[in-house]
Structure formats: structure tokens, C-alpha cells
């Protein structure tokens, strides 16, 4: 069993139309059954994603010294710049966060030469490839043409994190256990080590690397707003015990003060009821941090999207 790859050269092209509704029709597929799916031909440049990931190696290959430089900086809802904070990784990874090119909260690191450019570029191409995927799902989910473009048009709340996942000892292996994100939607690359996997009908699906994929999983946001008629992905990270794997997941989020709620749509409109009580954006991503600053004793009164369900 493999997750669907969807080729989104359509997309770019105004008059195909056929390849465009092919497309979709896999994509609704996908995010109904279990929220994940790859695409290529998606407009981010694969030799800039490749230059990514071998700059991110050599960063993080480099001494805890120079790294530090790129120390965080103060921005909500994660501290931008690099980290390994055992509190939230116990060592099992570090990574470098940024936020939009010129929002001035990002620390980029000066070293390797021209890996602060790459990671801003790169950024940029994520936004967009973001715009084209939050089109495809507000026609798969049959909403008026940019509705989820007007109801998502701050971007200020995006991020995108580099990360390193240390090699696995002999008694551990979990690189980060199972969840879904709780923005809107995610984008991953990476690199050969591979290690991702999504749930479906209770088995692991390995998520197979390839230099010119990236991996697209729903999350928290669009499984209220569609009422559950698309599933935020159960995923998880499994490390290898031969060596670190690198990756760039890219958090195409929206803004804190948004109010997410299921939308009319998918329950008065059709006669159903909503699944979950409304809440502000900002305020489930402060308890979900919590979950990692401050884990609770007990692993059930870990915040998720179900402390809104009804």
C-alpha cells in the first residue's frame, strides 16, 4: 500500500481541464480516507530543494558553538532560529525555524554561505505551492470559488522548520510519536533516510522519499472546517538506527486571531450538526505547546483537536 502521487503540472497550465479534474478526484479521494497524499511537478524547484537539504546537512553537521549563533528570536507561536530543547525533543532532534522573509523575527544562520537565501527562497516557493494545493482542496470540498483564499489570506502565521532526527539507539527509536499538526495544511521534503509514516485503517504506511516529491498532509484546520468530511493525517517520524535524517515540513497555518469553526456548508446547509465548538486559532496552538513545554502525567490529557469536538 502506498499513498497517491498527483502530478499538479495541470495546474500551471489554463487550458487542461480533464488533468485538472483527474487530479482533484484523487486528491478528495485521499483526504477523505486518511488526509495525505504526494505531489510532483509542483512548482518548487527540485534543485532548490535538493540544495536545501544538503545546506541543512552541513549546518547541522556543524559544532554547538557556531550553530548557537543562530540563536531564537521572539516570535509567537515558536521561537524562531535554532533549537534542541530537551524539554520538547529529549534529544532526538534539533531544528532551525523561520517565518516569512521579512518579517523580521527569523535568526538565519550565516553559515553554510548562502543557506539563509536558499531557506527564504524556498519559503516563498512553499507559499505558493500552498496557494495552487488551498485552491484544489476549496474545489474538492465544493465551497464558492477562494473562499478558503479570502478566509485564509494572512500569511504571517506560516512557518517552516529544518530538522535533523538523530540516529536511533537500541532502546529508542521514535523520532516523533504519532499525531496530526493543527494548522491548516503541511508540506514535507525528505531526504533519503526516509522515516515518515501515515496511519491508515490501523496499519503504518511508509512514506517513500523521492527528490522530486513533496508530501502533503491535512491537519487540524480543515478537518473542522469541512466538518470531518477531510481527516487531518495521523502521522508519525521513525528514525534509523544508520544515520540522521533531514527534512523541511512547512506549516501553511492561518492567523492567530482567526475563528475556526465548522463552516455552514457542511452542517446547518445540509442538516447536520456541527462536530466542534469554534475557537480561536491562536488559542489551540498555545495549548498544543503546552503539550511539549509541560507534558501532562497523564498522556490523555494531552491537548488535541478533540478538546473541541462535541
Known amino acids: 500500500m502506498a499513498i497517491p502521487t498527483i502530478d499538479l503540472s495541470p495546474f500551471f497550465k489554463n487550458s487542461d481541464e480533464d488533468g485538472k479534474n483527474k487530479a482533484k478526484e484523487v486528491i478528495k479521494g485521499a483526504c477523505s480516507e486518511y488526509g495525505f497524499f504526494q505531489i510532483v511537478n509542483h512548482g518548487v524547484p527540485v534543485e532548490?530543494?535538493?540544495?536545501?537539504?544538503?545546506?541543512?546537512k552541513k549546518f547541522f553537521a556543524l559544532g554547538d558553538d557556531e550553530k548557537a549563533k543562530c540563536r531564537p528570536g521572539s516570535a509567537a507561536p515558536l521561537p524562531a532560529g535554532y533549537s534542541k530543547q530537551p524539554e520538547i525533543s529529549a534529544d532526538k532532534n534539533e531544528y532551525l525555524l523561520m517565518y516569512p522573509p521579512r518579517s523580521g523575527f527569523n535568526v538565519l544562520?550565516?553559515?553554510?554561505?548562502?543557506f539563509g537565501d536558499v531557506l527564504e527562497e524556498m519559503?516563498?516557493?512553499?507559499c505558493k505551492t500552498g496557494e495552487?494545493?488551498?485552491?484544489?482542496l476549496n474545489d474538492c470540498l465544493g465551497l464558492p470559488p477562494d473562499f478558503l483564499k479570502q478566509y485564509n489570506h494572512d500569511r504571517s502565521w506560516d512557518f517552516m522548520v529544518a530538522l535533523r532526527y538523530f540516529p536511533a539507539t537500541e532502546t529508542e527509536n521514535n523520532?516523533?510519536?504519532?499525531?496530526?499538526?493543527?494548522?491548516?495544511?503541511?508540506?514535507?521534503?525528505?531526504?533519503?533516510?526516509?522515516?515518515?509514516?501515515?496511519?491508515?485503517?490501523?496499519?503504518?504506511?511508509p512514506v517513500v522519499p523521492a527528490p522530486d516529491t513533496i508530501v502533503v498532509n491535512m491537519s487540524d484546520v480543515i478537518q473542522v472546517l469541512s466538518n470531518n468530511k477531510f481527516k487531518s493525517a495521523t502521522h508519525r517520524?521513525?528514525?534509523?538506527?544508520?544515520?540522521?535524517?533531514?527534512?523541511?515540513?512547512?506549516?501553511?497555518s492561518t492567523e492567530g486571531d482567526k475563528w475556526v469553526e465548522p463552516l455552514p456548508q457542511f452542517t446547518k446547509e445540509i442538516g447536520e450538526l456541527p462536530k466542534y465548538t469554534g475557537f480561536l486559532y491562536k488559542d489551540y496552538q498555545a495549548m498544543r505547546m503546552k503539550n511539549k513545554t509541560h507534558p501532562p502525567s497523564n498522556a490523555n490529557d494531552v491537548v488535541t483537536i478533540n478538546h473541541y469536538a462535541i
Not at 519559503?123 to 512553499?126: A, D, E, N
Request: charged letters at 30%; glycine letters at 8%.
Open 123 to 126: 519559503f516563498t516557493y512553499f
Open 237 to 252: 517520524v521513525v528514525r534509523s538506527k544508520e544515520k540522521s535524517r533531514h527534512s523541511f515540513a512547512f506549516f501553511y
Open 175 to 205: 523520532g516523533i510519536a504519532e499525531h496530526e499538526d493543527g494548522n491548516c495544511v503541511t508540506f514535507v521534503i525528505q531526504d533519503e533516510v526516509g522515516g515518515l509514516e501515515v496511519k491508515k485503517d490501523g496499519k503504518w504506511i
Open 109 to 114: 544562520p550565516a553559515n553554510p554561505p548562502d
Open 48 to 56: 532548490l530543494m535538493s540544495r536545501a537539504i544538503e545546506l541543512s
Open 132 to 136: 495552487i494545493v488551498e485552491k484544489i
